[in-house]
């Protein structure tokens, strides 16, 4: 037995994703690759809440489907024209990028942070998988106000379904994109099969004379529930522009836009965000108000499709979960060199699991979407600047590098200053990261005019 672990660990070892090293030419991946992989990840068990929240929070017909027409289109030049360039250009992730920047002492500061809070977001796609299951088992599920695990059964199958979910991120990006692109056309269609069985029950005529009428009074009405404040046409884009504001404009998604032949391959972030960002968020909306506005993920894809919509549930919060648990252990490889990246996956996944437990993080995802993109927002901005910027005025880069510096103080003070003002700033939550990011970068070049060479 002893022997046969010895070689599946070795095996594991052999799995190269080039944690410390740009990828290699004859690595690179195939443009229906990312396709796929985008799609799957977008097309999520979180897009159950997200889609139901906007209904909960009383927006209206017209403000809900031009806001996430102009923040998704945001979203998507965001990774075709920031994030993607930089990563083709070094094929690096954005964790071994930033040791250049930052310096080591620094990037295991933002690395330990930046997998804390990924672990935190894919344990609330785990739980939201979890609600799902649940139903099947007649495991209660946590309701809109619990913070805290409800039952027994329910940290046991949340639990285990983490481990399910981590198996699969421990085989790296190739596994992700296969599964992801399998996945995604089934996810999608039940997402939409759904939200057509509901209309019956909402009172939409099968010729679809009302169905306008119905939207307007039964779903997006303009009145949110009790406790929830109502968005409008601005609220709705700016979180549509910065659902995945880590992702993008934060440059996580370097780690997998270094597999990319080209730059443009950012585009494909549209076969996600279109299905998932977009259609999948309407479809949630319309199967919450069928089941009297309850968020409970579970129980409204089973209202609308059945099984097959428990499954859909289940199935969309691996495919985000896995590459999400990905990203994280590969946050962690500069905190532990010596550890290959497989080991690393399996014991994030493992924490992850164990987050997910608490329902907090799904019952709040709005709020959380917004700080954790806020708080890694002011990184990307540095990165940007030092990587296209300074070149361009004259600023020599990479200066922990070449002065051997653990711990790059510009970066940390930009980091945190940059925090501090948005805290100050008289502005909704989903408005604080855009002039945040203005002020990271102008902050950054003033503070190293002083070393522009003539």
Known sequence: MSSQIASLVARMDELNEFDREPVHEESLQAAKRFAGLFAGEHVAATEFVIGAFFVLHGVHAKDLLLGLLLGNFMAVLSWTFVCAPIAVRTRLTLYWYLRRIAGPGLTLIYNVANALLYCILAGAMISVAATAIGLGFGIPTPSLNDWLPNSVPWVLLTLTIGIMFTVLAVLGFEALSRFAGVCSPWMFMIFVTGAIATLPA????????????????K???????????????????CFAWFANLAMHIGLSDMALFRYAKRWSYGLFTLTGVLPG????????????????????????????AGLAGVFCVMTAGWTTANPT?????????SVTPNWPRW???????????????????????????????????????????????????GIPQYEAETKGMALNRKVLVVWVGTLVACYFLPLHLFYLWLPGYFIAVIAYVLLNLSRRTA
């Open 202 to 217: 909402l009172g939409v005529h099968p010729n679809l004379d009302n169905l306008w009428e119905v939207l307007t009074t």
């Open 219 to 237: 779903v997006w009405n303009g009145k949110p529930v009790e406790g929830q404040e109502q968005f409008d046409f601005w609220k709705i884009a």
């Open 277 to 304: 960002h977009y259609l999948a968020w309407l479809c949630s909306g319309l199967m919450v108000a069928a089941v009297d506005r309850s968020l409970d993920p579970g129980r409204m894809a089973f209202n609308a």
């Open 325 to 333: 648990i990905y990203r994280a252990g590969l946050a962690l490889q």
């Open 343 to 393: 080991k690393l996956t399996l014991y994030t996944g493992l924490i992850t699991s164990v987050l997910a437990c608490f329902p907090v993080f799904f019952v709040r995802l709005l709020d959380y979407v917004a700080i954790y993109g806020l708080v890694l927002m002011p990184v990307g901005a540095v990165v940007m600047v030092e990587h296209w910027v300074f070149p361009m005025i």
